[in-house]
T-cell receptor, first 111, second 114 residues
Framework: QKEVEQNSGPLSVPEGAIASLNCTYS??????FFWYRQYSGKSPELIMF????GDKEDGRFTAQLNKASQYVSLLIRDSQPSDSATYLC???????????FGTGTQLKVEL | NAGVTQTPKFQVLKTGQSMTLQCAQD?????MYWYRQDPGMGLRLIYY???????DKGEVPNGYNVSRLNKREFSLRLESAAPSQTSVYFC?????????????FGAGTRLSVL
């Protein structure tokens, strides 16, 4: 079992819809979680991080964390074609020294 | 403000050749990381340096060595390149290797080993 798992997709949503990206993790000691966006051929860039149970909102993005279920999600409201990218979920592991990444979910926002 | 700078951006090697990938950050960050990214595999940690003077193995360290030259620079060396090392390599840095560990990535080095 991988430490951080994501559905590879692609996840296709129409423009203006809500995109829901999901991630599960196996290390119950993980405390912090990160969502990175990666456009094709580019480097990952941070969207949000979360370390408390519940929701955290930033503009059109909402991160959700449920430590009991070991589940992290990212909601993107009013999806735009520019949101089309691969979204990487990461958990802080190894006693807090390093990030473990999932394989990423490809999101396609269609006109 | 350049952030994290990686050189070179592209490189083609023959099997058995050696090379060093360079990484420098100008954000005064303590921690630096080297990842490789392969299709379907996500980002995998090769080595990291939690602070100047320390280095530790990550998930896939075999075939690589690293040097934390100073606080700004962290290099990755391939002593004898193999086709399995064909990948995109990313360097990253963060203020510190603890909770709230926001990592900032360089543009990447695309390496092909023939």
């Amino acid at each position: 079992q991988k430490e951080v798992e994501q559905n590879s997709g692609p996840l296709s949503v129409p423009e203006g819809a809500i995109a829901s990206l999901n991630c599960t993790y196996s290390d119950r000691g993980s405390q912090s979680f990160f969502w990175y966006r990666q456009y094709s051929g580019k480097s990952p860039e941070l969207i949000m991080f979360i370390y408390s149970n519940g929701d955290k909102e930033d503009g059109r993005f909402t991160a959700q964390l449920n430590k009991a279920s070991q589940y992290v999600s990212l909601l993107i409201r009013d999806s735009q074609p520019s949101d089309s990218a691969t979204y990487l979920c990461a958990a802080l592991t190894g006693g807090g020294n390093k990030l473990t990444f999932g394989t990423g979910t490809q999101l396609k926002v269609e006109l | 403000n350049a952030g994290v700078t990686q050189t070179p951006k592209f490189q083609v090697l023959k099997t058995g050749q050696s090379m060093t990938l360079q990484c420098a950050q100008d954000m005064n960050h303590n921690s630096m990381y080297w990842y490789r990214q392969d299709p379907g595999m996500g980002l995998r940690l090769i080595y990291y340096s939690a602070s100047e003077g320390t280095t530790d193995k990550g998930e896939v360290p075999n075939g690589y060595n690293v040097s934390r030259l100073n606080k700004r620079e962290f290099s990755l060396r391939l002593e004898s390149a193999a086709p399995s090392q064909t990948s995109v390599y990313f360097c990253a840095s963060s203020p510190q290797a603890t909770s709230g560990n926001i990592q900032y990535f360089g543009a990447g080095t695309r390496l092909s080993v023939l």
